[in-house]
């Protein structure tokens, strides 16, 4: 019997969710992540949000891996992490191995440009900069008119 991978992420906006599902299926199209990791997503949850020590709390009990996941917004990603570490889990009062943070630095959007394969994008762009680039090629190459709100391929 294979053991599923579960991972459930909580994420600091509306639209990770679908940037997640996008991510995700460009990784396996690509055979860098198997079929059997399962993702969940919870709802948005600002970095700064108190409650995100209880869906920590809640979903390592379910779940192989709890992953955090925030934009930077522009700041320094480790300051970041400190203080959600601090401010948010520290709480728990245990050693947390299965729970990451990660910070997409200056925001989601630059692992989509990453996974697109976008050379004009990297952690030094501006997010409207990352937006602009990411438009400008889908509808170049896909014809697709990228809104934030509409974080999905059609492939």
């Known amino acids: 019997m294979l053991l599923i991978c579960k991972i459930y992420f909580i994420v600091d906006n509306r639209y990770a969710k679908e940037l ?77 191995p299965n729970v990451s943070i990660i910070t997409a630095h200056p925001c989601l959007e630059i692992w989509l440009c990453e996974a697109l394969g976008l050379e004009s994008c990297n952690a030094h762009t501006d997010c409207k900069d990352l937006i602009s680039h990411i438009r400008d090629y889908l509808v170049r190459k896909r014809r697709i008119k990228y809104e934030k709100k509409l974080l999905y391929l059609n492939s």
Do not use: F
Request: charged letters at 35%; proline letters at 3%.
């Open 20 to 96: 997640l599902k996008m991510l995700t299926k460009l990784l396996r199209d690509k055979g860098l992540i198997s079929n059997d990791v399962e993702l969940e997503v919870s709802h948005p949850l600002n970095k700064c949000d108190n409650r995100i020590e209880r869906y920590v709390n809640e979903a390592i009990k379910y779940y192989r891996c709890v992953v955090v996941l925030v934009d930077t917004e522009g700041g320094d990603p480790e300051e970041i992490s400190n203080s959600i570490r601090e401010n948010h889990l520290r709480g728990l009062g245990r050693e947390l």
